[in-house]
């Protein structure tokens, strides 16, 4: 059948199984947009406030799915206004398709009204990118992102059309999608047979789960190989969920806001078993000292991640769920009771700990995490609300804790959660912002009340940049530059203006109510929670120190 080539895009979106659909308008685009008006009882378009929003909702709704996401733009500086979301996607292994139009062929290269190369622009920050000029190869090219976007490990596509193309008209062929298969093709015996033996030879295994865990959905498969092997548990940022919050193996974050116990242990294990973990600095602390009495396995899809930080000892390269199937079969049962006593006793040493007499961040997250039973599904922002989010709400399920780890973007937190209240409209979906963070895409707060999407927002605000200032007090001599917000802003006038109903939390015993009233409101709902400024975030690792010189205040106290 003959079709526009606004016409093939969507047809295309309808073949990939995509329902949800997040964009803002613009001359280049209006064709499709055109298009859409008559698709209309298809997809759910979500209009949102500006086009990094869209692509930091199709992000959450992918993370939340585990389905692609989809948002589109028009050329220029709409396109370029999803750069900062298109990169998000990136470091964190997200599948997102990325739509814009440019402007016509004839006029490409000529500096015209709102022309920019994105594809030159997103190069470095997608996994593949078109632009397409011909309308021939319209459908395939679209075809092909997803598969790209999906297969192995996942990522950001751009596609690029030139607005004559989706203006044209061309033979169209419907196609049912290729099914993706998981990479299995350098999951070898060799390497599974080196790895068993290396985990039945351990006496201090320890298992660290990165997000790889969760794009491969290979949790049941990580809970199973863990309760054969006997191993405590620690997982990064992005591993949050794979393995229960609640177990008695589980030890917390590893890192430089990592448990102690995680920390700890991890530095005197002799066997790291690392699930889908790309060994970032914020984990690893100083790459020389790290895990210096261990050997070190590493299961990873990407061989590119092998050896680029951490050197180790042996490693499987592939899908990891279908890898830990293969691997647990050759596993012995096993039981490291002196081992797991000592981590044990760890965890009752150094237990993560705040002041519950304040209000504070820590106290913010335990309430919410009381009030939710542990089910809902988190967004946050960056900064010291995030850490506090990954150290004290619990998370027992995949997919439930949505952040920027690898680029940690300031605003990605609220377009997030409207994506993934989109995706998951069965779920609680709360969004948990700093004060800085939530000036930058408040706006969003708009979109949410336009389509009437009951996510509740919560804004820890201590009138400053706090994890900056937090490093500004304890390695800058309190020189605190550009980091004080004490303004003006009312940030419950703001949401209020924006349709949004708020409630301003100032006392402990305000809190607990106030979440109630959010989880029970019919449409969005936001919380400002005020804290003190001087709230931090501890456990705590210097920029650059091995990990095991964690320090919280106790240990400020004494060196003072």
Same mark, same amino acid.
């Given at each position: 059948?003959?079709? !526009?080539?606004?016409?093939?895009?969507?047809?295309?979106?309808?073949?990939?199984? +995509?329902?949800?659909? /997040?964009?803002?308008?613009?001359?280049?685009?209006?064709?499709?947009?055109?298009?859409?008006?008559? %698709?209309?009882?298809?997809?759910?378009?979500?209009?949102?406030?500006?086009?990094?929003?869209?692509?930091?909702?199709?992000?959450?709704?992918?993370?939340?799915?585990?389905?692609?996401?989809?948002?589109?733009?028009?050329?220029?500086?709409? #396109? !370029?206004?999803?750069v900062t979301g298109i990169a998000t996607a990136y470091m964190d292994s997200v599948p997102v398709v990325a739509i814009t139009a440019n402007v016509g062929v004839s006029s490409l290269g000529k500096d015209s009204f709102q022309e920019v190369d994105i594809a030159g622009v997103t190069m470095p920050v997608t996994k593949h990118n078109f632009i397409v000029k011909d309308i021939r190869i319209l459908a395939q090219t679209i075809r092909r992102a997803f598969q790209i976007a999906k297969s192995g490990r996942p990522g950001p596509v751009l596609v690029d059309v030139t607005k004559d193309v989706t203006a044209m008209k061309a033979e169209f062929e419907p196609q049912t999608p290729e099914a993706i298969v998981p990479y299995t093709a350098q999951i070898t015996e060799e390497s599974l047979t080196a790895a068993?033996?290396?985990?039945?030879?351990? =006496? &201090?295994?320890?298992?660290?789960?990165?997000?790889?865990?969760?794009?491969?959905?290979?949790?049941?498969?990580?809970?199973?190989?863990?309760? &054969?092997?006997?191993?405590?548990?620690?997982?990064?940022?992005?591993? =949050?969920?794979?393995?229960?919050?609640?177990?008695?193996? %589980?030890?917390?974050?590893?890192?430089?806001?990592?448990?102690?116990?995680?920390?700890?242990?991890?530095?005197?294990? @002799?066997?790291?078993?690392?699930?889908?973990?790309? /060994?970032?600095?914020? +984990?690893?602390?100083?790459?020389?000292? /790290? #895990?210096?009495?261990? =050997?070190?396995?590493?299961?990873?899809?990407?061989?590119?991640? +092998?050896?680029? !930080?951490?050197?180790?000892?042996?490693?499987?390269?592939?899908?990891?769920?279908?890898?830990?199937?293969?691997?647990?079969?050759l596993v012995e049962k096993q039981d490291h009771?002196?081992?797991?006593? %000592?981590?044990? @006793?760890?965890?009752?040493? /150094?237990?993560?700990?705040?002041?519950?007499?304040?209000?504070?961040?820590?106290? +913010?997250i335990e309430a919410l995490y009381k009030a939710t039973r542990g089910e809902a599904v988190i967004t946050t922002d960056v900064g010291q609300h995030q850490m506090w989010t990954a150290q004290y709400y619990r998370f027992q399920e995949p997919r439930t804790f949505l952040t920027s780890g690898g680029l940690g973007t300031m605003g990605y937190g609220l377009g997030a959660c409207i994506g993934a209240k989109c995706g998951c409209p069965d779920k609680t979906v709360i969004n948990i912002a700093g004060d800085g963070c939530f000036r930058m895409n408040m706006n969003e707060l708009a979109t949410a009340s336009r389509y009437d999407i009951p996510i509740v927002q919560i804004v820890i605000n201590n009138k400053v940049l706090g994890m900056v200032r937090q490093w500004q007090t304890l390695f800058y001599g309190r020189r605190y530059s550009a980091t004080i917000l004490d303004d003006k802003v009312d940030f419950v006038k703001v949401s209020e203006g924006l349709g949004v109903p708020a409630v301003c939390v100032k006392k402990r015993e305000e809190l607990m109510p106030a979440i109630r009233q959010a989880l029970d409101a019919k449409g969005p709902f936001m919380i400002e929670v005020q804290i003190d400024c001087d709230d931090k975030v501890f456990p705590m690792v210097a920029a650059g120190a091995p990990i095991e010189e964690v320090f919280d205040e106790d240990d400020l106290e004494k060196d003072e």
């Amino acid at each position: 059948m003959q079709l !526009t080539g606004a016409e093939i895009i969507l047809e295309c979106l309808k073949e990939q199984g +995509v329902d949800t659909i /997040f964009g803002y308008p613009g001359g280049t685009i209006l064709n499709v947009y055109d298009a859409l008006y008559h %698709y209309s009882d298809q997809f759910r378009h979500i209009l949102t406030s500006h086009e990094q929003g869209a692509a930091h909702a199709a992000d959450g709704y992918a993370r939340a799915t585990g389905k692609v996401g989809v948002c589109m733009a028009t050329s220029g500086p709409g #396109a !370029t206004n999803l750069v900062t979301g298109i990169a998000t996607a990136y470091m964190d292994s997200v599948p997102v398709v990325a739509i814009t139009a440019n402007v016509g062929v004839s006029s490409l290269g000529k500096d015209s009204f709102q022309e920019v190369d994105i594809a030159g622009v997103t190069m470095p920050v997608t996994k593949h990118n078109f632009i397409v000029k011909d309308i021939r190869i319209l459908a395939q090219t679209i075809r092909r992102a997803f598969q790209i976007a999906k297969s192995g490990r996942p990522g950001p596509v751009l596609v690029d059309v030139t607005k004559d193309v989706t203006a044209m008209k061309a033979e169209f062929e419907p196609q049912t999608p290729e099914a993706i298969v998981p990479y299995t093709a350098q999951i070898t015996e060799e390497s599974l047979t080196a790895a068993a033996d290396m985990i039945n030879r351990a =006496k &201090k295994p320890y298992v660290l789960v990165g997000g790889g865990a969760v794009i491969s959905g290979a949790w049941k498969e990580v809970r199973s190989f863990v309760e &054969k092997i006997q191993a405590p548990v620690a997982d990064t940022l992005m591993g =949050k969920g794979v393995f229960p919050g609640t177990e008695e193996l %589980y030890t917390g974050m590893l890192g430089m806001h990592g448990t102690k116990t995680a920390n700890y242990g991890v530095s005197q294990c @002799d066997l790291l078993i690392v699930l889908g973990a790309r /060994f970032s600095d914020r +984990v690893v602390g100083n790459p020389k000292k /790290f #895990a210096q009495n261990a =050997k070190i396995l590493q299961l990873d899809i990407d061989a590119a991640e +092998v050896n680029k !930080t951490i050197a180790v000892d042996a490693c499987v390269i592939g899908d990891l769920k279908e890898t830990l199937k293969r691997l647990e079969s050759l596993v012995e049962k096993q039981d490291h009771e002196e081992w797991i006593a %000592y981590i044990q @006793d760890l965890k009752e040493r /150094f237990p993560l700990k705040y002041d519950h007499n304040a209000l504070t961040g820590p106290g +913010v997250i335990e309430a919410l995490y009381k009030a939710t039973r542990g089910e809902a599904v988190i967004t946050t922002d960056v900064g010291q609300h995030q850490m506090w989010t990954a150290q004290y709400y619990r998370f027992q399920e995949p997919r439930t804790f949505l952040t920027s780890g690898g680029l940690g973007t300031m605003g990605y937190g609220l377009g997030a959660c409207i994506g993934a209240k989109c995706g998951c409209p069965d779920k609680t979906v709360i969004n948990i912002a700093g004060d800085g963070c939530f000036r930058m895409n408040m706006n969003e707060l708009a979109t949410a009340s336009r389509y009437d999407i009951p996510i509740v927002q919560i804004v820890i605000n201590n009138k400053v940049l706090g994890m900056v200032r937090q490093w500004q007090t304890l390695f800058y001599g309190r020189r605190y530059s550009a980091t004080i917000l004490d303004d003006k802003v009312d940030f419950v006038k703001v949401s209020e203006g924006l349709g949004v109903p708020a409630v301003c939390v100032k006392k402990r015993e305000e809190l607990m109510p106030a979440i109630r009233q959010a989880l029970d409101a019919k449409g969005p709902f936001m919380i400002e929670v005020q804290i003190d400024c001087d709230d931090k975030v501890f456990p705590m690792v210097a920029a650059g120190a091995p990990i095991e010189e964690v320090f919280d205040e106790d240990d400020l106290e004494k060196d003072e």
